[in-house]
T-cell receptor, first 112, second 112 residues
Framework: QKEVEQNSGPLSVPEGAIASLNCTYS??????FFWYRQYSGKSPELIMS????GDKEDGRFTAQLNKASQYVSLLIRDSQPSDSATYLC????????????FGKGTKLSVIP | DADVTQTPRNRITKTGKRIMLECSQT?????MYWYRQDPGLGLRLIYY???????NKGEISDGYSVSRQAQAKFSLSLESAIPNQTALYFC???????????FGPGTRLTVT
């Protein structure tokens, strides 16, 4: 069973701080990696995708990928209360697959 | 705006009833997916379709069936609903050459 592991949290950070969310995956063939944000009772919203080792920045969000360590992370700079949500990590199921395996999510709470 | 819509948004049904959840999209995407989300279990893939003539089972297809009526429409049926099918159901779409999936607003289904 290919798995995606995330710390369920809750992760609490003060407003303005950096939030760091982590994800590990078991399938070495996975090639594409995504972060989704899900507010309570709402649908997952794609916020970042990353395909190669290193960092990818988009506004206050930075995704980091290390395939050798099978590790993906999401950094949120200058965290805002509106960032309070559950963050889902998703990875493709092996080489060439378009199916995604999702982690169970990390709940982030940004304290004003 | 190109979008993914789901009907109904909420449904309460009784054990043994047949129900259908519908998904429509105006994104022009070829690929469509059905997921269910349960507290503590995350998002799990039920069925997916890469075009009108291509339908595939996901990891938890037992008790479900699907129909791809057109490129833009993908329906999920519960032939005989049971209480452990109570969950939040999401439809998602992706481009034929892309890995990013975009989710509809979800259907909250309760089976009593």
């Amino acid at each position: 069973q290919k798995e995606v592991e995330q710390n369920s949290g809750p992760l609490s950070v003060p407003e303005g701080a950096i939030a760091s969310l982590n994800c590990t995956y078991s399938d070495r063939g996975s090639q594409s990696f995504f972060w989704y944000r899900q507010y309570s009772g709402k649908s997952p919203e794609l916020i970042m995708s990353i395909y190669s080792n290193g960092d990818k920045e988009d506004g206050r969000f930075t995704a980091q990928l290390n395939k050798a360590s099978q590790y993906v992370s999401l950094l949120i700079r200058d965290s805002q209360p509106s960032d309070s949500a559950t963050y889902l990590c998703a990875v493709t199921r092996g080489a060439g697959s378009y199916q995604l395996t999702f982690g169970k999510g990390t709940k982030l709470s940004v304290i004003p | 705006d190109a979008d993914v819509t789901q009907t109904p948004r909420n449904r309460i049904t009784k054990t043994g009833k047949r129900i259908m959840l519908e998904c429509s999209q105006t994104k022009g995407h070829d690929r469509m997916y059905w997921y269910r989300q349960d507290p503590g279990l995350g998002l799990r893939l039920i069925y997916y379709s890469f075009d009108v003539k291509d339908i595939n089972k996901g990891e938890i297809s037992d008790g479900y069936s699907v129909s791809r009526q057109a490129q833009a429409k993908f329906s999920l049926s519960l032939e005989s609903a049971i209480p452990n099918q109570t969950a939040l159901y999401f439809c998602a779409t992706s481009e034929s050459r892309g890995f990013e999936q975009y989710f509809g607003p979800g259907t909250r289904l309760t089976v009593t």
